[in-house]
């Protein structure tokens, strides 16, 4: 593929920006400065280093987030900032976008990619993908609260009760909370159906994946080939 439209599919700009990028010396292939944006690249195991700066060749871009409170998950945010302004622009000029999405103030792992597939396959109730969730709740919790948790509880509008894959006393005012849907605000909900109230929440994991230790919130990387094959089985 040319090397203009490899930068190009990567959010880099239109055709003739990534061409003076390029004329510029401000592009190396895998470590070589490369003059000729008309250059055939071979994509397979690529690294892109623009202005200094390493990018992988990825036909569909897949990362985590470690999103902080104060976000919206929206490409158009109505309240707060989005939580797209925490990545590159090179990113959101690929379309990416958030799959699922949290509250503004909750926090934890999020999973943002141009991959819609991934997308259809993790946001799909069929599927019912695991997320584990920590909510620190306003009084302490007891077990009879986890009891209901586990044998479902009825929300305002619908059919029939919910009822959480796995649910335990993480401390006094802490629980761990496991969903396979995502309806709107479900854990706040459901914890208010039990007759507490959630303080703070977030987000573990989601499937297979965890927010790793090092991963400060704000902070995001590139999910790894292994991750997402793990992920999508998990599914």
Known sequence: MQLERILQKHGFGTRKGCRALVRHERVAVNGEMCDDPFADIDTDGLVLTVDGVDWPYLEQATLMLNKPAGYECSRKPQHHLGVLEL?????????VQPIGRLDEDTTGLLLITDDGQLNHILSSGKRKVPKVYLATTKHPVDQAQIDQLLAG?????????????AAEIADECLIRLTLTE???HQVKRMVAAVGNRVEALHRESIGSLSVPADLKPGQWRWLTAAELEQLVNSA
């Open 153 to 165: 509880v009825l929300l305002n509008d619908e059919p029939e009760p919910i009822a959480a894959a």
């Open 182 to 184: 995502g309806k709107y």
């Open 87 to 95: 990545i590159p622009p090179q990113l959101r000029e690929r379309g």
